[in-house]
């Protein structure tokens, strides 16, 4: 019930910063943004290994903004070594269908790439956030983001485990 009440929530949130989006949020067709965000698990992974159970990661995506209130969103993130005990860096491309323009509500999907190799199972995340403009074409993201992953093909874990993981991220949005 909980769960509902926040997703229900979140919906109108989104409804509502969308109609508010053109005082606070660029009208530009396409954006770039550039940031990073802080991770943690919120589950206890429990592995004998050393793995971060938070950590920081570096962000890039492009928004196109299909009208007035939806737009689509693709992105990589760039994972540090430590995360999932990989000794080097991991690449998390994904993809959203975003839901309002200054308050706004995304779910995508995406997947982990590591030794250029794409595992198996994707993640699947939610986001909430805020885009503030500072100039006419440069805005402040602020966002968070609940994300739900299953490992069962990473042999770097000894056995399937499933996590939960929240983000906190904020990047400059660049309108074109």
Avoid: Q
């Avoid at 402040?140 to 990473?154: C, K």
């Amino acid at each position: 019930m909980k769960r509902m009440t926040l997703l229900v929530a979140g919906i109108f949130i989104a409804f509502v910063g969308g109609f508010a989006g053109p005082v606070f949020s660029s009208d530009s067709a396409v954006s770039a943004s550039f940031g990073g965000h802080y991770w943690r698990t919120i589950d206890d992974l429990g592995t004998s290994r050393d793995f971060d159970r938070d950590g920081l990661a570096w962000t890039a995506s492009v928004r196109f903004n299909l009208s007035r209130w939806i737009g689509a969103e693709g992105g990589v993130e760039v994972l540090p070594e430590g995360f999932l005990g990989a000794d080097e860096r991991i690449y998390a491309p994904n993809a959203m269908l975003v839901v309002g323009r200054a308050l706004y509500l995304a779910g995508g999907v995406g997947a982990f790439c590591m030794d250029g190799k794409f595992y198996d199972d994707p993640f699947y995340l939610l986001r909430g956030g805020l885009c503030l403009d500072f100039l006419p074409l440069v805005s402040l993201d602020l966002y968070a983001d609940y994300r739900f992953t299953r490992w069962d093909d990473v042999e770097s874990i000894a056995r399937d485990i499933s996590t939960e993981t929240v983000t906190v991220g904020a990047g400059v949005r660049l309108g074109f």
